[in-house]
C-alpha cells in the first residue's frame, strides 16, 4: 500500500519531547489560558476600538496613488492606448502599460500553476476587467479621473464563456500566446482505478447517476485586495505592505518576478479584513504598484473596489460535475466515478499545490468504505477571470463533498432508505484507521458513526421525519424536508515532498522568544486574516510551556521579522504552525529543563515537567520546583555553563501527514410551495477537530463557514451574460447573505485526537463551508423527494425552487390562497 | 475642481474642511481626519462597513458626499469609548462584541458597533428579529452574525443593568427597531428584501 504521502518511502517517524499532549478525556484548562480554555481573543481590542491597521489605513508621506484602468470587452486585441489625455488631468503623475513594464521586465508575472499571466495585458484581453493600464496619481480622485482619461482602441473578438463552449472545435482560442496551443484544453487528469471501477458499475445491483454544478463563486472578504508599495532607493529595498494570506512565498514570488534580490524584498501583511482564500494568489495591482514606486522612487497604494474584486481575482469552484454510485440493493456503497468539466478561466491561477492539478478533489469517496473509485477531469480556459482558489477550502475538497455526500442522498432516495442509514452502513469505522482509500489518501483518525449520532439526537431527527409525512399527508402549504452531511475533509498540507506551491515546500514553522522578565514573543510563518490566531498560538505556547497566555505576544505578517511559512489557507495553520508552536515549545522547555536542573541542582534527566502547574521539580519532590518566569530568568542571568545564554527556539515543521477533520451536519428546512422560499428549521452542525484548542473560536468559525455555506447553496453565483460581461460582478448582484438570512445554529462536537499531530488537532476552518452546501440542498430536495425530484442546483433562488416544485406539481399558485372579488355587480374593475 | 468649506462635528469635535463637492463622507473621515476605523467594503452600498451615525441616524457614509453632512453631528467607533455609557473603558456594545466573539477579522466591526447603537439608540431592548433586522444593511462574511446578534444583546442588558438607557431615553416613543441607511435608492435598509432575487 502507498498514499501519496509516503510514496515508496517509509513515512517518516515524528519525533520531539513529546509528554503526549493534553488528555482530551482529563484536560479542561488549567486556568493559563492553555488548550481547551475559552481566552477571549487578544486582537479584538483593536478591532472594536477602530485601532485596526487595514492595507487602506497605511498612509505614507509622498503616497501616491493607483488606478487601474480595466477592460470592458471579455476578449478583444489592443489596438492603442492613448495616455496622452490622462497625463494632462491635474494629479496625474504616470501613466503605466505594459510597454512601460516590459522595460523593466515587468510586463508578466507567474500563476501559483506555473502559468503566465499579463500584468497589464500586451496584446490582448482575456476577460472583462482585465487590466490594461495603470493611472498613478497625487489622491485616488485624480487617478481615477487619469483612469477615465485613457483612451484605448480595442478590436472585439467572439468570446468563449463556458467551459462546455471552450471545448468545441470551432471555438476562438484564447491562449494563443501559449506556445502551440491550438484550442482552449487546459489540462486533464484522472485518479483511481477505472478498470475495477467500471466493472464494479457493470455488475451492481444498483447505479445512480446525477449532473451537479458546482457555480462560480467568490470569496469575497468585505476588504478587498490591495496594496502599499514602497521602494526605499537609499537601501535598494522594495517594502510591499498588502493584503497577503501568504507573504513568504509571496516575497519569493516577487523576487522572482522583479529581479529584486529577495533580502532585499520585504512583504508585510497588515491586519487583513478576511481572506478566505482570495487573497493567496498574485494580482496584478499588486505588482503594479510595486514596479510605480520601483520607478517613481515614491510610495504607491493601490486599493480595489468591490467590483474589481468580484470581476478580476480569484473565483472558487466552477466544477461541473458527473456522479455515480454503484451499490447492493440493500445500500452498500461499492464504487464512486465521476467525471468534471472545470473552467479555469483565462489562466490557470488556481492556487493549490503544484502537483495537484484538481486539487484535493480525489478525496471524493467521502467517509464511506468502497471498493473501488475513478475520477476524471478535463479543464478549460474561458474568456472569464481566472481562478478556482480554495475558497474556505482545501484545494477542491469542497467540491468532491458536495459530490459525494449530494450521491449518497441521490441513492437513498433511489433504495427508498433513510439517508443516516444508508450513511452508518458505510461509513469507515473507527477500528479501520489509519485508513487508505481507493485514491490513495490516508486518513489519520476519525469516529463518524458518533457524530452523526450525536447530530441526530440533536437535530430531533425522528420528530423531523414524522413532521414531514405530516405535512406530506395533510398537503401542507409548506413542506418540510431534512438533509444530511456526514463529510470528511482534508487539510493541514503538506508535507512538502508531496505538496508545495511554487516549489515552495509546504511546511510552516514558529519561533518562540522568551524574554528575561518571562514572557514570550511567538512569531509565526502563517497569516491570520480573522482566525484568531494572535489568541490561539498563545495558547497553544501556553499550555507547552507552563506559561500564562498574557504574558505571550503572538506576531505575524512581516517577513523580515517572522519565520518562513507558507501562510494560511487551505485549514493549514493549526495542523502545520500550530504543530511548529507546539514542537517548538518543547525545544524551548527542554532548555528550560536544563536551567532547571541548574538552579535546583539537580540532574537534568531528573527535571520533571508538570503540565498541570506549568512547574518543573525534581522528580518525587514536588516542592523542589521552578517556575518558567524563573527560569527565564535564570537563561539571561544564571545561565548553566553547559548551554547558550537565552531561552528560545523555533521550529520548522514538515507535517508527516494531512489531518482529516469531519462532522455530520442535519439541516431542517421548510419549502413554501407558493413562493419556492425556503427557511431553516434548524441547523445542527457537529464537528469533530481533534483536540480543541479555544472552543470559542471554534465556534465562531463554524458559524462563519456555515453562513458562507448558506450563501453558497441559496444566494451566491458569479454569473456571466453571452458576451462575458460579469453580471454578478458586485454586492448588488453578487448576493452575500445578511443577519436576515442565516438561522441561529446549533453547534456540536466529538474528539478524536490526530494521531501525529504534535496536540492532536486537525484544523477547522473550512469544514462548515465545505460541509454544509450538500446538507443544505440534500434538505431542499427532500422536501420534494416523494415526488421524484433528485438534485436542484444551486443556488437555490426561489424562483428556482419554485420551478421545480412546479415541476412534480407541488407548486402552490398565490391566487388559490386568497379569493379575488370584483363586486356583486360583475362589471370589470373600474381603472383609476 | 471647484471646492467648498464644510464643518463637520466628528466624536464631539469640530473640524472645519475644504473639500471637493464629489469628496466621500467616509474619505473625509478616513483620510482628511485620519479616523480609519470606519472602512469601505463596497462601491454599492451594501456592506455597510462605512457605517457611522449621523445626527442620530446610522447611515453608510460611502453613499454620503461630505458636503450633504456640512453642519452635522458624527459618531464613529473612535468616540465609542468616550461615550458616557463606556464609563471610562470600553462601550457597552464594544465590550459585547468582545465578550460574544462578536467579531473575526474586524473589518466590519466597526460598521456593525455603530449599527448596533444606532439600534438600541432607537430601542434599548431589541428583539433577536429587530437586532438582526437592524444590522441587515451590514454585511460580514466571517461571523455568521449569530455571535454579533449577541454581542448587541449583551450591550443592551449590560445598559439595562446600569440603569442609564432608561434616564437617557427620556421616555421617547417606542419604535420599530430598525434602520435605514439614510440613503434613498440604497440597500433600503429594512425594506430589502436581499433573498429574492436570483442573480443568474
Known amino acids: ?832 | 475642481m471647484s471646492t467648498k468649506d464644510i464643518t463637520l462635528t466628528v466624536n464631539g469635535e469640530t473640524h472645519s474642511l475644504t473639500v471637493e463637492p464629489r469628496m466621500l463622507l467616509i474619505h473625509a473621515i478616513r483620510e482628511e481626519l485620519d479616523l480609519t476605523g470606519s472602512h469601505i467594503g463596497c462601491d454599492t452600498g451594501n456592506c455597510g462597513a462605512c457605517t457611522v451615525v449621523k445626527d442620530g441616524e446610522a447611515i453608510k457614509s460611502c453613499l454620503t458626499f461630505a458636503v450633504q453632512a456640512d453642519g452635522s453631528e458624527i459618531e464613529t467607533v473612535e468616540g465609542m469609548e468616550d461615550h458616557p455609557d463606556a464609563d471610562g473603558g470600553l462601550h457597552p456594545i464594544q465590550e459585547g462584541f468582545e465578550q460574544e466573539h462578536g467579531l473575526q477579522c474586524g473589518y466590519c466591526t466597526p460598521g456593525m458597533i455603530m449599527a448596533g447603537k444606532a439600534i438600541l439608540d432607537e430601542n434599548p431592548n431589541p428583539t433577536e428579529e429587530e437586532i438582526r433586522e437592524g444590522i441587515s444593511g451590514n454585511l460580514c462574511r466571517c461571523t455568521g452574525y449569530q455571535n454579533i446578534v449577541k454581542s448587541i444583546q449583551y450591550a443592551s442588558d449590560k445598559l439595562d443593568e446600569n440603569g442609564e438607557v432608561a434616564a437617557a431615553d427620556g421616555g421617547r416613543a417606542e419604535t420599530d427597531g430598525g434602520f435605514t441607511c439614510g440613503v434613498e435608492n440604497c440597500c433600503g435598509g429594512t425594506g430589502f428584501d436581499h433573498t429574492g432575487g436570483d442573480n443568474e
Not at chain 1, 209 to 238: N, W
Not at chain 1, 592 to 616: C, H, P, T, Y
Not at chain 1, 623 to 651: C, F, K, Q, W
Not at chain 1, 788 to 811: A, C, F, K, N, Y
Open chain 1, 1 to 832: 500500500m502507498s498514499s501519496d504521502f509516503t510514496d515508496g518511502d517509509e513515512p517518516r517517524e515524528f519525533v520531539h519531547d513529546d509528554d503526549g499532549g493534553p488528555d482530551p478525556e482529563t484536560h479542561c484548562g488549567h486556568g493559563r489560558g492553555g488548550m481547551g480554555e475559552e481566552v477571549r481573543r487578544k486582537e479584538d481590542k483593536r478591532f472594536i476600538t477602530g485601532r485596526g491597521n487595514y492595507i487602506d489605513d497605511i498612509k505614507k508621506p509622498n503616497m501616491l496613488f493607483c488606478d487601474i484602468v480595466r477592460s470592458p470587452h471579455a476578449h478583444a486585441r489592443i489596438k492603442n492606448i492613448d495616455k496622452s489625455r490622462a497625463l494632462d488631468v491635474d494629479g496625474v503623475v504616470a501613466v503605466l502599460t505594459a510597454e512601460d513594464l516590459l522595460e523593466h521586465d515587468l510586463a508578466t508575472m507567474p500563476t501559483l500553476m506555473s502559468d503566465t499571466q499579463d500584468v497589464l495585458v500586451r496584446d490582448k484581453v482575456k476577460f472583462q476587467s482585465q487590466e490594461v493600464a495603470a493611472v498613478i496619481a497625487e489622491d485616488r480622485y485624480a487617478a481615477r479621473d487619469g483612469a477615465d482619461k485613457v483612451v484605448v482602441d480595442y478590436e472585439v473578438l467572439d468570446p468563449v464563456v463556458t467551459a462546455e463552449e471552450a471545448l468545441k472545435d470551432d471555438a476562438p482560442v484564447i491562449r494563443d500566446d501559449i506556445e502551440g496551443q491550438t484550442d482552449n484544453h487546459c489540462l486533464d487528469w484522472e485518479t483511481g482505478d477505472k478498470e475495477a471501477t467500471d466493472a464494479i458499475f457493470e455488475e451492481a445491483d444498483v447505479t445512480v447517476s446525477e449532473q451537479m454544478l458546482y457555480q462560480r463563486l467568490h470569496p469575497a472578504p468585505i476588504e478587498t485586495c490591495g496594496s502599499v508599495a514602497d521602494f526605499d532607493p537609499g537601501k535598494d529595498k522594495l517594502t510591499v505592505h498588502m493584503t497577503s494570506q501568504a507573504p513568504h512565498i509571496h516575497r519569493t514570488l516577487f523576487s522572482q518576478v522583479s529581479g529584486i534580490p529577495e533580502h532585499k524584498i520585504r512583504i508585510v501583511s497588515p491586519d487583513v479584513g478576511g481572506g478566505f482564500g482570495n487573497k493567496v494568489p498574485i494580482y496584478p495591482g499588486y505588482v503594479v504598484s510595486a514596479a510605480a514606486s520601483y520607478v517613481l522612487e515614491r510610495p504607491v497604494k493601490w486599493i480595489e473596489e468591490r467590483s474589481e474584486n468580484i470581476q478580476s481575482t480569484g473565483f472558487a469552484r466552477d466544477y461541473d460535475m458527473t456522479g455515480e454510485l454503484a451499490a447492493t440493493e440493500d445500500g452498500r456503497i461499492q464504487a464512486v466515478r465521476t467525471d468534471v468539466l472545470a473552467d479555469h478561466g483565462a489562466y490557470n491561477a488556481v492556487a493549490q499545490p503544484s502537483k495537484f492539478p484538481a486539487g484535493f478533489f480525489k478525496i471524493f469517496t467521502g467517509s464511506y468504505d468502497v471498493d473501488a473509485a475513478y475520477g476524471s477531469l478535463t479543464a478549460a480556459y474561458t474568456n472569464s477571470a481566472p481562478g478556482g482558489v480554495a475558497y474556505r477550502c482545501s484545494f477542491r475538497v469542497t467540491e468532491a463533498v458536495y459530490l459525494i455526500e449530494r450521491m449518497v442522498k441521490v441513492l437513498a432516495d433511489e433504495l427508498d432508505m433513510d439517508p443516516a442509514e444508508i450513511r452508518r452502513k458505510n461509513f469507515i469505522q473507527p477500528d479501520q484507521f489509519p485508513y487508505e482509500t481507493p485514491t490513495g489518501w490516508n486518513y489519520d483518525s476519525g469516529d463518524y458513526e458518533a457524530a452523526l449520532d450525536k447530530a441526530l439526537e440533536m437535530a430531533d431527527y425522528e420528530h423531523y421525519r414524522e413532521e414531514q409525512q405530516r405535512r406530506i399527508e395533510n398537503d401542507a402549504d409548506k413542506l418540510i424536508g431534512i438533509g444530511i452531511s456526514s463529510f470528511t475533509e482534508v487539510v493541514g498540507a503538506g508535507p512538502g515532498k508531496t505538496c508545495d506551491i511554487a516549489g515552495v515546500e509546504m511546511f510552516d514553522s514558529c519561533d518562540i522568544r522568551v524574554h528575561p522578565t518571562g514572557n514570550a514573543t511567538v512569531r509565526v510563518g502563517v497569516q491570520t486574516q480573522g482566525q484568531g490566531h494572535e489568541t490561539t498560538f498563545a495558547q497553544i505556547v501556553a499550555e507547552e510551556l507552563g506559561m500564562d497566555v498574557d504574558n505571550i505576544t503572538v506576531e505575524h505578517g512581516d517577513t523580515d521579522t517572522d519565520p518562513y511559512g507558507l501562510g494560511t489557507y487551505g485549514s493549514r495553520s493549526t495542523p502545520v504552525a500550530g504543530a511548529a508552536a507546539a514542537v517548538a515549545a518543547r525545544k524551548v522547555r527542554d532548555k528550560a529543563k536544563s536551567i532547571a536542573a541548574n538552579e535546583l541542582e539537580a540532574a537534568e534527566a531528573d527535571i520533571e515537567w508538570d503540565r498541570q502547574s506549568g512547574e518543573f521539580h525534581v522528580a518525587g519532590a514536588p516542592d523542589r520546583s521552578i517556575t518558567i518566569t524563573d527560569i527565564a530568568a535564570s537563561a539571561y542571568m544564571n545561565h548553566p555553563a553547559s548551554e547558550e545564554p537565552g531561552l528560545e527556539a523555533v521550529d520548522y515543521y514538515d507535517p508527516p501527514e494531512m489531518t482529516y477533520p469531519f462532522g455530520s451536519y442535519i439541516v431542517v428546512v421548510e419549502v413554501d410551495r407558493e413562493t419556492g422560499e425556503v427557511d431553516f428549521e434548524k441547523f445542527v452542525a457537529v464537528d469533530d477537530c481533534g483536540n480543541r484548542i479555544n472552543p470559542m473560536i471554534i465556534e465562531g468559525q463554524i458559524h462563519g463557514g456555515l453562513a458562507q455555506g448558506i450563501g453558497s447553496a441559496m444566494m451566491e453565483h458569479v454569473t456571466f451574460d453571452d458576451n462575458g460581461n460579469v453580471t454578478g460582478g458586485d454586492f448588488m448582484n453578487y448576493l452575500l447573505p445578511t443577519a436576515k438570512e442565516i438561522p441561529n445554529f446549533e453547534t456540536g462536537h466529538t474528539v478524536t485526537p490526530s494521531p501525529h499531530h504534535p496536540i492532536g488537532a486537525k484544523g477547522v476552518g473550512e469544514s462548515p463551508l465545505v460541509g454544509s452546501p450538500p446538507a443544505i440542498v440534500n434538505a431542499v430536495v427532500d422536501a420534494m423527494a416523494h415526488e421524484g425530484i433528485s438534485h436542484i442546483e444551486m443556488p437555490m433562488t426561489p424562483d428556482r425552487v419554485w420551478e421545480t416544485l412546479d415541476s412534480v406539481g407541488l407548486s402552490r399558485d398565490p391566487s388559490d390562497s386568497f379569493e379575488i372579488e370584483f363586486g356583486d355587480t360583475g362589471a370589470e374593475p373600474a381603472d383609476d
